[in-house]
């Protein structure tokens, strides 16, 4: 079965670094998409990022532009998010998800990140 | 990207149905039928009920189906359960490759 295991999340202040990371199994993995969505403490989900099956192209939520990068590894099943000079605002659980014909298809169980002084 | 627009909730007795609107613009849902709709307990991760905006994936309850009219998309849930008591979003594929949710809505079974 699909399985998506976020891991990397924790507590930063603010303008600091943190990198998420996801390891999947139970599907063919550089068939597919991979998103990254967040959803902040009692409020909705916001898509994050996404990657391309290969790697070729990446798109971003305008609200992390020029701060998070996402990059995936085909040979060890993984994809990760880069995130720089973070904020108080991207406070936030962040899910990895498999996309299926551009659907977000699959979850994972999230990894909580926490910018605070 | 301005977000879809859902009601922040709705209510119903069960067995009965309710219907969970989703409304964006020509440059998501009224371009694609990518509109995908997430049930999410408290604590827990979302759980796609409803792809491509009228698929249920399996293993999903045939009380939940999905429709589009234009630019605004619609989740009913029929014969209402007290399980079915969750917070639903809806999303949806945008034409500038990006993707887009709806604040989600509250459903309260009462």
């Known amino acids: 079965q699909v399985q998506l295991v976020e891991s990397g999340g924790g507590v930063v202040q603010p303008g600091r670094s943190l990198r998420l990371s996801c390891a999947a199994s139970?599907?063919?993995?550089?068939?597919?998409?991979m998103h990254w969505v967040r959803q902040a403490p009692g409020k909705g989900l916001e898509w994050v990022s996404i990657?391309?099956?290969?790697?070729?192209?990446?798109y971003y939520a305008e609200s992390v532009k020029g701060r998070f990068t996402i990059s995936r590894d085909n040979s060890k099943n993984t994809v990760s998010l880069q995130m720089d000079s973070l904020r108080a605002e991207d406070t936030a659980v962040y899910y990895c998800?498999?996309?299926?014909?551009?659907?977000?298809?699959?979850w994972g169980q999230g990894t909580l990140v926490s910018v605070s002084s | 990207q301005s977000a879809l627009t859902q009601p922040a909730s709705v209510s119903g007795s069960p067995g009965q149905s309710i219907t969970i609107s989703c409304t964006g613009t020509?440059?998501?849902?009224?371009?694609?039928?990518?509109v995908t709709w997430y049930q999410q307990h408290p604590g827990k991760a979302p759980k796609v009920m409803i792809c491509?905006?009228?698929n249920r994936p399996s293993g999903v309850s045939d009380r939940f189906s999905g429709s589009k009219s234009g630019n605004t998309a619609s989740l009913t849930i029929s014969g209402l359960q007290a399980e079915d008591e969750a917070d639903y979003y809806c999303?949806?594929?945008?034409?500038?490759?990006?993707?887009?949710f709806g604040g989600g809505t509250k459903l309260t079974v009462l």
């Open positions: 998800v498999r996309d299926v014909g551009w659907n977000l298809a699959y």
């Open positions: 139970g599907f063919t993995f550089s068939s597919n998409g």
């Open positions: 990657v391309w099956y290969d790697g070729s192209k990446e």
């Open positions: 020509s440059s998501d849902i009224g371009s694609y039928n990518y």
């Open positions: 491509d905006v009228s």
């Open positions: 999303s949806s594929y945008t034409t500038s490759s990006t993707w887009v």
